[in-house]
């Protein structure tokens, strides 16, 4: 089934949506906010540009976006798949608790921030250009991947990268030379045991966007890990 969006709120959408069936195609979307907020057990293809929270608090659904999406993309999402053919804005994965994100260009500031897990659930956000400032922070865990594919004069991520981070991975393709991190933080060369692991993630991406992956993983990989249960404890006078 196919919703036309263009003159349509949010709720018009949603309520569409849920009406279709198992898969929806909708077009001419323009902004609209919080397409797909909770939906499980379905697939939506989305044409235009979706508007904030975009499958917010998604418990199972697959969404697919053909271009750019704006700010907190699946935000607090429990389970399911968000796919963007493009770019997206900031707070991408806010409190981000399962599923994944595959971001085909850059993300905006503040991606993953307060991103967690919760046993079996190891939510993943890969981004496949470059992050903004902020990025990861206050982890508390699950993985974030950015590949810096594009412009290979922009450095991979902005600053105050994993600052408050105190749970999950991060992995930038890059040597970080350039990276500043916070001191609770390591930040180490990829194993080989991680490149497997990595390289898991990277297959997925190439598949969903035509990458190569064999020029994918012939970078050099940074793994960042928290080495602190405490990264606030040196804010406080008495600990």
Request: glycine residues 16%; aromatic residues 8%.
């Amino acid at each position: 089934m196919a919703v036309y969006a263009e003159n349509l709120t949010h709720r018009e959408i949603n309520d569409a949506i849920r009406g279709a069936g198992a898969e929806c195609a909708v077009t001419g979307c323009l902004g609209q906010r919080f397409i797909g907020a909770g939906m499980g057990g379905r697939r939506i293809t989305v044409e235009g540009v979706p508007g904030n929270a975009l499958g917010a608090y998604l418990n199972g659904a697959e969404i697919v976006v053909s271009g750019n999406a704006q700010d907190a993309v699946g935000d607090t999402m429990n389970e399911g798949k968000i796919v963007v053919h493009g770019s997206i804005g900031d707070a991408a994965g806010y409190a981000m608790r399962g599923g994944s994100i595959f971001v085909r260009d850059d993300a905006g500031y503040r991606a993953g921030i307060h991103m967690k897990a919760y046993r079996e659930k190891i939510p993943l956000i890969l981004i496949g250009g470059c992050a903004g400032s902020f990025l990861g922070e206050y982890q508390a865990g699950g993985v974030i991947v950015v590949l810096g594919l594009g412009d290979p004069a922009r450095r991979i991520v902005g600053n105050f990268p994993c600052t408050g981070m105190h749970g999950g991975k991060m992995i930038l393709r890059s040597d970080c030379a350039d990276v500043a991190f916070p001191d609770q933080v390591t930040a180490r060369r990829a194993t080989d045991e991680d490149l497997r692991e990595i390289r898991s993630y990277v297959s997925e991406y190439c598949r969903l966007f035509g990458a190569d992956e064999g020029f994918v993983m012939e970078s050099p990989f940074t793994v960042v890990t928290p080495d602190s249960g405490n990264p606030y404890k040196r804010l406080y006078v008495a600990n």
